[in-house]
């Protein structure tokens, strides 16, 4: 079993920052693409930012400049760095993995439990 941990989550006043961290954990054999998706009430899950296994990123237009994605695969950990924060960035964030399984090297996507972030205008 695998298992994604997230922390790094908590209310915060607008125009500051917050770090947001996903340590996957278990059976795994490699992690290929990781990403923080965000659902504020009453919308639809989005994709904020992902990562490649290799390094290159991606995010969505309306965190651009603000927000930025890292890994550290020794620790199949992603994080989220989220400067100049808005109170329309106000969702629980989810992290999300490629997880590889050992033996059989088939992939599977796996959610982390969801962290609240609050920004206070």
């Known amino acids: 079993q695998v298992q994604l941990v997230e922390s790094g989550g908590g209310l915060v006043q607008a125009g500051g920052s917050l770090r947001l961290s996903c340590a996957a954990s278990g059976s795994i054999y490699r992690i290929d693409d990781m990403g923080w998706y965000r659902q504020a009430p009453g919308m639809q899950r989005e994709l904020v930012a992902s990562i490649t296994n290799g390094g290159s990123a991606n995010y969505v237009d309306s965190v651009k400049g603000r927000f930025t994605i890292s890994r550290d695969n020794a620790k199949n950990t992603v994080y989220l760095q989220m400067n100049s924060l808005k109170p329309g960035d106000t969702a629980v964030y989810y992290c999300?993995?490629?997880?590889?399984?050992?033996?059989?090297?088939?992939?599977?996507?796996?959610w982390g439990q969801g962290t609240q972030v609050t920004v206070a205008s």
């Open positions: 999300n993995a490629q997880v590889v399984r050992p033996f059989t090297f088939n992939s599977y996507t796996k």
